[in-house]
């Protein structure tokens, strides 16, 4: 079975803050990717990478970074957080771009 | 830009009862539809991906079928159990496998 791991279930930031978000996927997946969902949003893919290096941005990349230094790992960075990224973050990975994506258990942060 | 809309928001049944969620995107030229299932506060399960050249797929009690060209899809649960109860999104990729857009919703809850 894939399994993806995000490295915190929640955390609580002050604004101004760096904030590092960690997602580990162990099937060996080229593609990973970086979701935020509110309520009445629904899902927005922020970033997704499909290469290690590599990266492109999603519907909503403002105000966030990512990284991806080693295949199995992916990071999600808020340069300096904000109030208005108080949000659920997803991460997911897929074989392929267009394949089934498989997610990770979220990291729910808020930024007071 | 592609919209995903899924109706109903809410759905309450009785236990047994089959049911159909529906999900509609406004662009037809799809590459795949796929079908999850998410616990409160939790990630996003993958249940069915349907590829836009397939009418339909079967896992279990669930199956999904997709007409690309009017838009639309359904998940379809055969005698429904209180484990049903999650909320279902869908969510479709565009032919180059890049732009990842979901629907918001449907929350289901079955009642024993």
């Known amino acids: 079975d894939v399994k993806v791991t995000q490295s915190s279930r929640y955390l609580v930031k002050r604004t101004g803050e760096k904030v590092f978000l960690e997602c580990v996927q162990d099937?060996?997946?080229?593609?990973m990717f970086w979701y935020r969902q509110d309520p009445g949003l629904g899902l927005r893919l922020i970033y997704f990478s499909y290469d290690v290096k590599m990266k492109e941005k999603g519907d909503i990349p403002e105000g966030y970074s990512v990284s991806r230094e080693k295949k199995e790992r992916f990071s999600l960075i808020l340069e300096s957080a904000s109030t208005n990224q108080t949000s659920m973050y997803l991460c997911a990975s897929s074989l392929e771009l267009s394949y089934e994506q498989y997610f990770g258990p979220g990291t729910r942060l808020t930024v007071t | 830009k592609q919209e995903v809309t899924q109706i109903p928001a809410a759905l309450s049944v009785p236990e047994g009862e089959n049911l159909v969620l529906n999900c509609s995107f406004t662009?037809?030229?799809?590459?795949?539809l796929q079908w999850f299932r998410q616990d409160p506060g939790k990630g996003l399960t993958s249940l069915l991906l349907i590829q836009s050249s397939q009418r339909e797929q079967t896992s279990g009690r669930l199956n999904a079928s997709l007409d690309k060209s009017s838009g639309r899809s359904t998940l379809y649960i055969a005698a429904s159990q209180p484990g049903d109860s999650a909320t279902y999104l869908c969510?479709?990729?565009?032919?180059?496998?890049?732009?990842?857009?979901f629907g918001p919703g449907t929350r289901l809850s079955v009642l024993p």
């Open positions: 969510a479709v990729t565009d032919n180059y496998g890049q732009n990842f857009v």
């Open positions: 099937m060996d997946h080229e593609n």
């Open positions: 662009d037809s030229a799809i590459y795949n």
